[in-house]
Nanobody, 119 residues
Framework: QVQLVESGGGLVQPGGSLRLSCTAFGSIYSINAMGWYRQAPGKQRDLVAVITSGGSTNYADSVKGRFTISRDNAKTVYLQMNSLKPEDTAVYYC??????????????WGRGTQVTVSS
């Protein structure tokens, strides 16, 4: 019914930048919030950043001042990642809280995109 399609991951050197994007497709009435989570091998999946439909944002302390989350339309979210560090290496997952035809507050995940920060 709803799919989140991510792009922009890859290999980058420390100090470099990447821009992740995620677009939601499907029978969506509205999107309450979209965000990015990340999961490194052997670690839990943690929140990186989230943005609500009203534009409020929240960031993990580890990325404040380096990452910026934004939306350019109702169904697309971006994560601009600057000054990347090796510890940012993880699979990054897009997440959306969606009001759909069948229900409110449905939570969807993208399949993830790998970000590797290494020399």
């Amino acid at each position: 019914q709803v799919q989140l399609v991510e792009s922009g991951g890859g290999l980058v050197q420390p100090g470099g930048s990447l821009r992740l994007s995620c677009t939601a497709f499907g029978s969506i009435y509205s999107i309450n919030a979209m965000g990015w989570y990340r999961q490194a091998p052997g670690k839990q999946r943690d929140l990186v950043a989230v943005i609500t439909s009203g534009g409020s944002t929240n960031y993990a302390d580890s990325v404040k001042g380096r990452f910026t989350i934004s939306r350019d339309n109702a169904k697309t979210v971006y994560l601009q990642m600057n000054s990347l560090k090796p510890e940012d290496t993880a699979v990054y997952y897009c997440n959306a809280d969606v009001d759909a035809v069948i229900a409110r507050g449905l939570n969807y995940w993208g399949r993830g995109t790998q970000v590797t920060v290494s020399s």
